[in-house]
């Protein structure tokens, strides 16, 4: 009886040791692990307000002023950025990084106060929905972390700190109503005395990677933007002035889909 119970015990232990064989071999492999990378990634910046003044006056040559509800966003675009990263270890790696941010400017009017004006409406109107190219570049560099490096998918966490360059004002503003010949009539609503092109920025992701995969990955990430742009607090007198301002910190989210080129990587284990 013993003898049988043995007999049984080790065939039940040579079969566990038959089938554990190849998931023991399985288990072994890794994937390989991305030490040095370069790469591309395209997406969508979401809008952001940035000022809204309900009483502004503006003034015609002759009568009582109308008052203008004036607002101006950031609005939605395309958001295009180029990285490096290295990976000194299998953990924590730094990154530098170019990004074209597409947050150009979209502003609004309305007539608070109309006195009947048609000269002042046309002003108004001439706002209305009117496009600014305030395409925003970003130079950023940070570190990288990522808990798992030899997973088939890899989250990620980033932050960076770096410049924005903001090609234009973002509290002037001028409204295009008309011509008279070759004479374009513009409105001057505000002026802006202290504009600065260069503005500090920071930078938060999180996103996830696929193993490298014969020399390239593909990642998905979400990220904020940081910077602080001029925003318009109140009123002035009249029109064409320099208003009432601060520099106020804004946050612009971003989806990024990317392609990664793999330059140098530690491979994993074959066995």
Not at 77 to 83: A, L, M, Q, Y
Not at 143 to 151: C, D, I, N, W
Not at 155 to 182: C, H, N, Q, W
């Amino acid at each position: 009886m013993t003898k049988h119970f043995n007999r049984v015990l080790l065939r039940a232990i040579g079969a566990v040791v038959l089938v554990a064989a190849p998931a023991q071999r399985l288990t072994a492999q890794t994937n390989d692990e991305a030490r040095l990378i370069l790469g591309i990634a395209v997406g969508y910046v979401g809008a952001v307000s940035l000022w809204d003044i309900p009483n502004q006056p503006i003034f015609p040559a002759f009568g009582p002023p109308d008052l203008f509800h004036l607002r101006r966003e950031m609005h939605s675009d395309v958001s295009v950025s180029g990285h490096a990263t290295y990976f000194s270890g299998p953990h924590l790696g730094v990154t530098g990084e170019f990004t074209y941010l597409g947050l150009g400017t979209t502003d609004g009017c309305e007539l608070a106060q109309d006195n009947g004006n048609l000269e002042l409406a046309a002003m108004c109107d001439g706002l209305k929905g009117k496009i600014g190219t305030a395409s925003t570049t970003v130079v950023n560099g940070g570190v990288v972390y990522r808990p798992f490096s030899r997973t088939g998918l890899q989250p990620y966490f980033k932050g960076m700190v770096g410049l924005a360059f903001t090609p234009s004002s973002t509290i002037a503003m001028r409204s295009e109503y008309g011509a008279i010949a070759d004479t374009s009539l513009i409105l001057t609503v505000y002026q802006d005395a202290g504009w600065k092109s260069i503005r500090p920025s920071g930078t938060l992701a999180f996103g996830i990677s696929t193993a490298p995969s014969s020399g390239y990955q593909i990642h998905a990430e979400v990220r904020e933007t940081w910077m602080g742009l001029g925003v318009v607090t109140g009123p002035t007198s009249g029109q064409g002035f320099v208003p009432p301002s601060k520099t106020s910190l804004k946050g612009f989210t971003s989806v990024l889909v990317g392609f990664d080129v793999v330059l140098a990587k530690q491979r994993g284990r074959r066995y």
